[in-house]
């Protein structure tokens, strides 16, 4: 069982910048594929970047490519998203999800945090 918080989201401008993190509790953080999703009102809950449960590989959907990095510290159990150069079209609650691969299908994943508001005004 692991149970996913995120935290650091909030409000800011176009061309802002914002860090989430995603703390878990439990010992097989570490095991685990993490995923962020995120998701806008009337739409699905997209896939945003993964990585690898040792951090040696990372991915990322076209619309964040250079513009976001995911990393994670498991002797922290989190998983971090760095978000630069923000636009309104990032806005969306964003979600963490653990799994064990990596996968863009979000009804893959075995656990999920609450999300986090994510608003970019323009």
């Known amino acids: 069982q692991v149970q996913l918080v995120e935290s650091g989201g909030g409000l800011v401008q176009a061309g802002g910048s914002l860090r989430l993190s995603c703390t878990a509790s439990g010992r097989t953080f570490s095991s685990y594929a993490m995923g962020w999703f995120r998701q806008a009102p009337g739409k699905g809950r997209d896939f945003v970047a993964g990585i690898k449960w040792n951090g040696g590989s990372t991915y990322y959907a076209d619309s964040v490519k250079g513009r976001f990095t995911i990393s994670r510290d498991n002797a922290k159990n989190t998983v971090y998203l760095s978000m630069n150069s923000l636009k309104p079209e990032d806005t969306a609650v964003y979600y963490c999800?653990?799994?064990?691969?990596?996968?863009?299908?979000?009804?893959?994943?075995?656990?999920w945090g609450q999300g986090t508001q994510v608003t970019v005004s323009s």
């Open positions: 999800a653990a799994n064990e691969v990596i996968v863009a299908d979000a009804a893959r994943y075995d656990y």
